[in-house]
C-alpha cells in the first residue's frame, strides 16, 4: 500500500497559455505508515504537490496512483478523496454548518454512508482531536476558539477515516499550545490507527522530532528524500536554497565549528542528549 | 513613553476580565516584548497602546496624552503605530504607494511631503522597488513590510506589532524582524506582541503575561532562567534554552546567557574538552 | 484568475492611457451624445471613425473590443431578429404573407445593433485603459461638487477603492475553501442548477464569514492609521490636466461640432 508518483509534472495556465512548470518530474514513493514531512522554500511547489495526491489538480503528465487507483482516472477521483484526507491551511476557514456535529458529519454525509455509521464517525472523530462530544455537537463552530476550530475542521477530514492525512501546514498561526495538541494527535493517529501522515511545514523543529522521512523540494524538482538525519546533516546545502535546519543541528554545527567533533545527524534534542551520555562513557 | 497604570479590561459578556490590573511602563527607545498563550491578553493590552480599546478601570498614557482623552486620540495614533497579525486585512488600497500613502492622506499633509514620507518608508523597510506593485501580487512577509511602511510614513515614536509575523514563513518572519530591529537602532521604540518565544531572544526586555496578568518582566536571561513557570503557562521556550536545562541537569555548568545556539556552543564547548 | 479583478484593464504607456481619467470620461460622455445624435445608419460613421482613431492612439489590440462584444451577442442577435420582424416599411423585399421583410426593416436592425455595438465598445474603450484605481480617483474628483448636496462623495470612493483591493483576496479565499470542500467529497459539477445552487452553500457561508471578519480587521487597521472620514484628507496623487488632456478635448468637441453640422446641412 503507497502512493506512487512517476514523474509528474505540472504547470498552471494563464489565459489559456502554460505558465513555467511548478513541479517538474516528480518520481518517488510514499509508504504506508510514514510520516513525511515536506519542506521548500516559499514558492517550491510543496502546496501544488499537495493537491495532486487527491486530484484536485489533474495530473497530465505523469502519474499519482494511490493504493492503485491512478488519479489521471476521472472516476478514481471520488473513490481517492475518501482514501485521502487533505487539511489546508488554517482549516478553521472552511467551517460552515451550523452545528460542529453538522460539519464533521459533512465528509462521511458525502460518501453517502448510514446515518447510523455517520453518527459513530462523527463522535469518534470528535474524540479523536479532544472535543468533547456531549459538550461540542450542538454548539456553533463560529463560536468556538480558535485552537478548538481548527480541530473541528480536522475533525471533519478525520471522520471520513482517511488512510492517508495529508496537512499543509496543520499549525500555522496557532499558539505553542495548540501546536503541541496537533502534534500529539498526529502521532496518535499514526501509532494507533496506522494512518499516513504527510505534512508540509516550516518547522524544522518539529519535522526533526515527528517525521520518519522528509521531501525536500526546489523549485518543483525534488531535492532530497531521506531520513530527518541524513536531510538536516546537509545544512549548506539547504541554506542555499533558503531553508534553515533544527535548532539542535545548529548547535551542532556550532559546536563543530569550536574544535567538538559532534556528528551534524544528531537533530533532537533526544539525540543530542544520548550522545552527551555515550561521550561521557568513553571519557 | 507609554504607562499602564492598574489598567483593567473586561470585554462586554465576558466572565473575566482580559487585562487585570495591569503596571506597565516602556520608556523611550525600548525593544519589549509581549508573550503570552491565547487569551492571556496580550494583544488586548497591545490594543489600549493607541485607544483602539479604553480600559474599563485605570488608564493608559502616551507621551502624557492620556488615552481616554478624544481630543487627543488622533495624535496618540500618529505616535503610536499598529501592524496587526493578518497581512491581508490591514492593506486598504490596490497599490503599494497608495497603500503607504493612506495615513499621511488622513493626516491632510501636502501631497509633495507625502511623496517624501512615502519614498523614505518604502526604503527603510526595503521595499522601493515595489512601490507601484499591485498588494495581491506580494508575499505575507512583503505585505507585513508595506504595514509597517504606511505606519511610518506617520512617522511614529512607537512601534506596536500585534502578532505581525504569526502568518508568515520563516523566511517572511525574519525579513520582519530584520526590518523591526533596525528601526528599533535608529532611534524607535518597539513593542512587540508574540507567541513566538525564538523572536524575544534579542530584545531588551520580555514581560510574559498569563490570565491578564503580567508574570515576568525582565531582560530575556532573567526571563528565560523561569522554564518551568513559562511551561506552566503554556508557553514553549526556545529549544535551545530547553536543551541548556537539560544539560544543567546533567551536570554542565551553563549560565543564564545562554540563550541561542551560538551561546550554547560558546559555553559547552570549554566544558567538553575539560572532560 | 486573481487578474480578472482589474477589470478590463489593459496597462500601457500610450496616449490615451496617459490622459487625465477625467479627461476620458467627459470623452466618453461627448462620444454617448454623439452616437445618441445619429438617427440614420450613415451619419454613425462619425463616432465610428472616432473611435477608431482612439483604438489607434491607444494601441489596444481590436481583440480586446471584440471579447467585450462577447457578452452581448445574443442580446444583438435578439434585437436584430426582433426588428426585421417589427419594424414596417415600403420597400418590400420579400413577402411571405404572414410577414413582409422590408428595406427599412433591414436598415433599422442594422442600425441599432451598429448602435449597441458602437456604445459598449465606447465604454469598453474607457476601461481597457484607465485603471479601476484612476477611474475611482476621475469619478470622486468629478462628482465633489454633489459633496454640497451631503452626497457621500469620498464615502463611496473609498468604499470602491476597499471594493477593487479586495476582490483578488477573496477569489483566492473562495478557490481554497471549493478546494477544501471538494476534498471532503463535495460535488459542485453535477446535478441540476437547484442541486448546484445548494452545493455552493458550504463555499457562500465560510466565505461572508471571512469578509466579515475581513471588514472587522480592515476597519480596525483603518482606524489605527488616523482614517477619520473625508474631511481634512489630501491625496498623495493629484489629478492635473496636462496640454495633451486639453488637445483631446478639443479633439472631441471638434468631432461633436462636425457631426452637429453634417446633420444640419443633410436635414
Redesign the interface.
Known sequence: MSIVINHLTFAYT?GGKPLAPTLKDLSFTIEAGMFLGIIGHTGSGKSTFV?HL?G?LPSEKGAVVVDGHDLSQKNER?TV??LV??V??Y?E?????ETVYEDVA??PR??KLDEAEIKNRVTNAMQLVGLDPERFSSRSP?ELSGGERRRAAIA??LA?HPKYLVLDEPMAGLDPLGRREILALLEKLRTESGCTIIMISHSMDDIANHATNVLVLEKGSLFLYDTPQNVFCRAQELQEIGLSVPSITKICIEMNEKGIRIPTTICTEEAFLNWFREDMRHA | MIRFDHVTYQYEKAFSPALSDINLEIREGEFVAVVGHNGSGKSTLA?HV?G?LLPTEGTVTVCGMPTSNEDDI?KI??KV??A?Q?P????????V??DV???????????EE??TR?DEALASVGMTAYAST???HLSGGQKQRI?IA??LA?KPQILVLDEASAMLDPSGRADLLKTVEALHKDGMTVLMVTQYMEETTGCDRVVVMKGGKIILDGTPAEVFKHTDLLKESNLVPPETVLLRDSLRSMGYALSDQVLTAEQLAEELCPLLSTI | ??DIT?GQFVAGDSFIHKLDPRTKIAMMILYIVMVFLVKEIWFLAIPFAYLVLELVLSKISLRYIVNSLKPIRFLLILMFILNLFFTKGEHVWLDLRFWKLTGEAVLQSFFLSIRIVLLVAGASMLTLTTS??ALTDGLEKLLSPLKFLHFPVHELAMMM??A??FV??LI??SE??R?????????FESGNIFKRVKSM???L??LF??SF??AD??A?????????GGD???????LKFRKEDVFAILVTLLFVASLIVILVLFK
Not at chain 2, 88 to 95: E, G, I, Y
Not at chain 2, 101 to 111: D, H, T
Open positions: 494563464q493537491k487527491n484536485l471520488k478523496r475518501s484526507g487533505m489546508f491551511q482549516p476557514y472552511q467551517l460552515f454548518a459533512f465528509g458525502n460518501m463560529f471533519g477530514v471520513m | 490594543k493607541n483602539l488622533l495614533r500618529q503605530g499598529i496587526f493578518n491581508d486585512n490591514q492593506l486598504v488600497t490596490t497599490v504607494e497608495e500613502a493612506f495615513g499621511p492622506e488622513n493626516l491632510g499633509i501636502v501631497p507625502i511623496r512615502v499591485a498588494v495581491h504595514a504606511g505606519i506617520l | 484568475m486573481r482589474l479601476p484605481i477603492t476597499i477593487l483591493r483578488p483576496t483566492d479565499e481554497k475553501i478546494n477544501a470542500q471538494m476534498s471532503r467529497g463535495a460535488d452553500i458550504p463555499i457561508i465560510p464569514v471571512s471578519r475581513k480587521d480592515l480596525i487597521a483603518m482606524e489605527s492609521r488616523c482614517y477619520h481634512g484628507r489630501t491625496r498623495m496623487h493629484q
